[in-house]
């Protein structure tokens, strides 16, 4: 029997999503997946194996080899920069990377906020604008209301949140999806198996309709 190929997941808003992609590609998913509390379920066929991971670390496993495979939104991979192959867009978890403020921005305290501090400060690198980005771990949409940043980068997929908090997109930095990834060396090595889950996959993400 191979050895079976390990995949990360992402833990959270895109596994129910995952999972339901991977059932229609005809690649075997185990039943508890979504409600486990285990963190490495292996498939009944034996082919593939599991982790679950949050969302920021799964290019590390990926990158370091404990995971072969790795399903991740766009913005941790623009964030992580790790060594890594991406193989295919997924088509979910579709959101923009977007600075965002109150509709009147205006530069006070040169400060932005943000949970993608790289995204952030390339942005800016590359507009040839000074700014000092400060990270926050998450409600990122609080900083321009209370003074500690002008303005944030940070992910848009309804709207709803900045809409509440009287905020407005000013520019869209990137369009984001879940892509899937590889480890370089996995992908020499384990080419066959890589490609059978990465065909299965293809045939079923949807049509690339743009953020
Ligand atoms: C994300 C993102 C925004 C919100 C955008 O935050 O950082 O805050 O979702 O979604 P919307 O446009 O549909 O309102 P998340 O819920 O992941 O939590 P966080 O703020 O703690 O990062």
């Given at each position: 029997m191979m050895e079976p190929l390990t995949i990360a997941l992402s833990k959270g808003r895109i596994l129910p999503q995952t999972v339901a992609l991977f059932r229609r590609a005809g690649l075997e998913v185990p039943e508890d997946l979504d409600e486990s509390r285990k963190l490495i379920l292996p498939s009944a066929d034996g082919r593939l194996r599991f982790i679950l991971a949050k969302p920021v670390d799964v290019p590390t496993y990926v990158e370091y080899g404990a995971a072969d495979l790795g399903v991740v939104g766009k913005d941790v991979l623009l964030e992580a920069r790790r060594n890594l192959y991406e193989l295919?867009?997924?088509?979910?978890g579709r959101c923009r990377m977007c600075l965002c403020g109150?509709?009147?921005?205006?530069?006070?305290?040169h400060r932005v906020a943000s949970k993608y501090p790289h995204i952030a400060a390339d942005y800016f690198r590359d507009q040839g604008k000074q700014v000092e980005v400060v990270y926050l771990n998450?409600?990122?949409?609080?900083a321009p209301l209370v003074g500690l940043a002008d303005a944030i980068v940070d992910l848009v997929e309804t709207g709803r949140t900045l809409k509440e908090n009287g905020l407005v997109i000013h520019e869209v930095i990137a369009p984001i999806t879940t892509r899937m990834v590889a480890n370089r060396m996995s992908f020499r090595l384990k080419g066959e198996a890589i490609d059978r889950v990465t065909q299965a996959l293809q045939r079923v993400v949807g049509g690339g309709d743009s953020c």
């Open positions: 295919l867009d997924l088509g979910i109150l509709p009147d921005l205006v530069w006070r305290t998450g409600s990122v949409e609080l």
